[in-house]
């Protein structure tokens, strides 16, 4: 009989997590925007107009997807792993453990929520970025289809850091050591063109990477990866992320004592 | 005997580092009830609770809810109890209102705001229902907890030390609250340290200490069973020995034969009538006293003394 959905629970959650986005939306919003807005203003105008075209992509339009992809990710795990290591940092966590909510409605509360944040960050950036570079999108279903898919992909991630995490050193560590140092050197600048051996065959066992590429060719029709392998890998991980989450729940690791 | 509301057998807890925090406990709780869990820190009272709320994974035993195991029917059983917890855990920046929404969403209920004003006006909440949590006063904040349980109307409610820290009006204000619930029918499980709550509120006690239940009783039979009441008079002139015609009385002299001491009764009143009839009998006996001070054993001594009887077994 323990096998019904609580969708009112499910909706409960996210829409508390929303309503706590909202509450602090000028620095949650704010901040991304501008950091994005300088990486245009600095990349896209400045440097970018002095550029030669990347596979006959003027220099600014090039950058948008990574540059989008960067946000995406920062966002999307920033805010699924606050929004579920803060009720364990309160103690607030006893009210989701005594609830008649397990790992569906959890997920979809929490990790509903964080990419749903991220994708109001991403079209205010997108809508950001046309004050500074010229840019379209090729394939428009496929993009939002695709965005959709990455917030989601790193949302489950955050959720997965804020359940492993036991202090906030451990929650800023994975973004801050590994996240942003594999996105700079995924291709959000560059193509893999561009670097000589062995960074051109080294820049391909980056998984982020392949996600860059496959935003891209959402945008401009051009891409390093074929479009398959980039949307393949990136369902693997939403798969491995979702079978690890479960994993948690039914065991009570990090949650129950 | 009232049906069974929860059902606790041979529950064991052991931590990962090896403390055994649940050594087998046995306990039924009746329909209807208010249940007081006494026991110093570290007695078990917060894992037990713990295990039956789905927060802590017990390592042996069962425990069914309603008639219903509470691994395999977690669900239903969750849906229908509502947890106090000791500290004031939740989202302090949030408002009172949206906080006991939030709770009521979790718990799978449609919203009710004829409900939820019900419950936060219950709790003297109302007027704060717009104030963020974190600017409410101690006692305040312990009310949203409360109201945050109550908000998808519990049929089992645990308070976990539910006035700690609470001054004594507000624990008195409590008190009442906990009372009125059990009116409505809910039954209500709560641990505590302070005897006083215990003796004030519960229809049946149970000691625990170092995860073994030591004693499950209705708190009258207990007060019959193991209280007393002591009597001091104050003689006017020392009494050498004890007459005669007090003898039948549990009596005993000290300060020299200044002070005549009775110490016996059931906890139930008998002790008082008893050294009521002794006063009378000493008036008639013609031996003048100037005092009297009288003291009844409250479950305070019954649990120290029950501790200590352990405490002795164990050396």
């Known amino acids: ?257 | 005997m009232p049906e069974p509301i929860l059902d606790i057998r041979g529950l064991e807890k052991t931590y990962k580092g090896g403390v055994q925090a649940l050594k087998g406990v046995d306990l039924t709780i009746r329909r209807g009830e208010i249940f007081a869990l006494l026991g110093p820190n570290g007695a078990g009272k917060t894992t037990l609770i713990g295990a039956t709320c789905g927060l802590v994974n017990p390592t042996g035993g069962s425990i069914e809810a309603f008639g219903l195991d509470t691994r395999k029917h977690w669900r239903e059983v969750r849906a229908r109890i509502g947890l106090v917890p000791q500290e004031l855990a939740t989202d302090m920046f949030d408002k009172v209102i949206r906080q006991v929404r939030y709770s009521r969403g979790m718990f799978g209920l449609k919203p009710d705001e004829a409900r939820i004003e019900e419950v936060l006006k219950a709790l003297s909440l109302w007027d704060k229902r717009d104030a963020a949590i974190r600017e409410l006063s101690g006692g305040m904040k312990r009310r949203v907890m409360i109201a945050k349980a109550l908000a998808h109307d519990p049929e089992l409610l645990f308070l976990d030390e539910p006035t700690a820290g609470v001054d004594v009006e507000l624990r008195r204000d409590m008190w009442k609250q906990i009372d009125a619930l059990r009116a409505r029918g809910t039954t209500i499980i709560l641990t505590t340290h302070y005897i006083e709550e215990a003796q004030e509120m519960a229809d049946r006690v149970g000691v625990i200490n170092k995860g073994e239940i030591l004693l499950v009783d209705d708190k009258d039979a207990i007060m019959a069973q193991l209280g007393s009441t002591e009597a001091h008079f104050t003689l006017e002139s020392a009494l050498a020995d004890i007459p005669a015609p007090l003898a039948q009385y549990p009596l005993h002299l000290e300060d020299d034969g200044k002070r005549l001491v009775y110490r016996g009764g059931d906890g139930t009143g008998a002790g008082k009538r008893e050294v009521a009839d002794l006063a009378k009998l000493l008036v008639q006996q013609q031996i003048a006293f100037t005092g009297i001070e009288t003291r009844e054993s409250t479950l305070e001594d019954i649990f120290v003394g029950l501790l200590e009887d352990r405490q002795e077994v164990a050396a």
């Open chain 1, 1 to 257: 009989m323990s096998s019904y959905m609580n969708w009112r629970g499910a909706y409960a959650i996210l829409r508390n997590e929303l309503l706590r986005f909202f509450r602090t939306a000028f620095g949650s919003i704010v901040s991304p925007v501008l950091t994005t807005s300088l990486y245009f203003i600095v990349f896209g105008s400045a440097i970018g107009s002095r550029m030669a075209e990347v596979n006959g992509v003027p220099y600014g339009a090039f950058i948008v997807p990574g540059l989008l992809m960067l946000t995406l990710l920062a966002e999307s795990t920033s805010n699924a792993s606050f929004g579920i290591y803060m009720p364990k940092f309160t103690g607030a966590i006893y009210e989701l453990l005594s609830a008649p909510v397990g790992v569906a409605e959890t997920v979809i509360g929490f990790v509903g929520a964080a990419a749903l944040k991220s994708l109001i960050i991403s079209a205010i950036i997108l809508v950001t970025a046309t004050l500074f570079v010229d840019y379209s999108i090729a394939h428009p279903v496929l993009a939002l289809g695709y965005i959709v898919l990455v917030a989601a992909a790193f949302s489950l991630f955050g959720f997965l850091l804020g359940l492993w995490a036991d202090g906030f050193e451990k929650l800023s560590i994975i973004p801050m050591l590994v996240l942003t140092p594999l996105t700079f050197l995924g291709g959000t600048f560059y193509s893999v063109d561009m670097l000589d051996e062995p960074w051109g065959t080294l820049v391909q066992v980056n998984p982020v990477f392949y996600l860059v590429n496959g935003l891209r060719w959402t945008f401009t029709g051009q891409s390093d990866v074929p479009i398959a392998l980039a949307f393949g890998m990136t369902l693997a991980f939403v798969a491995l992320c979702v079978a690890t989450i479960a994993w948690i729940f039914k065991t009570g690791w990090r949650l129950r004592e």
